[in-house]
Nanobody, 125 residues
Framework: QVQLVESGGGLVQAGGSLRLSCAAS????????VAWFRQAPGKEREFVAA????????DYKDSLKGRFIISRDNAKNTVYLQMNSLKPEDTAVYYC??????????????????WGQGTQVTVSS
């Protein structure tokens, strides 16, 4: 079992930045792909970014490339999502997820075994 706890969300003005953290406890997730998803009110959960176990491979939703950066520190059992130049449309609850999903299926929520409780990000215009 892996327990995930997200933090770092909040209210920020458009153009601002936030850094989300996803801390894991229980079984280490050092060998797992970790992904971030988000869900806005009335919308489906969507893929944001993912990172492989070593940090050597990353993937992003196309529209977020260049603004969001995912990284991980396996020694701290933590994955980060740096979000820059935030826009009102980035407002959502952000979730981290992990498990045995293979790279290539990391964009699909159903392939992740463990989820955090989410952290709210609100971007005001």
């Amino acid at each position: 079992q892996v327990q995930l706890v997200e933090s770092g969300g909040g209210l920020v003005q458009a153009g601002g930045s936030l850094r989300l953290s996803c801390a894991a406890s229980g079984r280490t997730f050092a060998t797992y792909v970790v992904a971030w998803f988000r869900q806005a009110p009335g919308k489906e959960r969507e893929f944001v970014a993912a990172i492989n176990w070593s940090g050597g491979s990353t993937d992003y939703k196309d529209s977020l490339k260049g603004r969001f950066i995912i990284s991980r520190d396996n020694a701290k059992n933590t994955v980060y999502l740096q979000m820059n130049s935030l826009k009102p449309e980035d407002t959502a609850v952000y979730y981290c997820a992990t498990g045995t999903a293979r790279w290539g299926r990391h964009t699909i929520p159903g392939f992740h075994d463990y989820w955090g409780q989410g952290t709210q990000v609100t971007v005001s215009s």
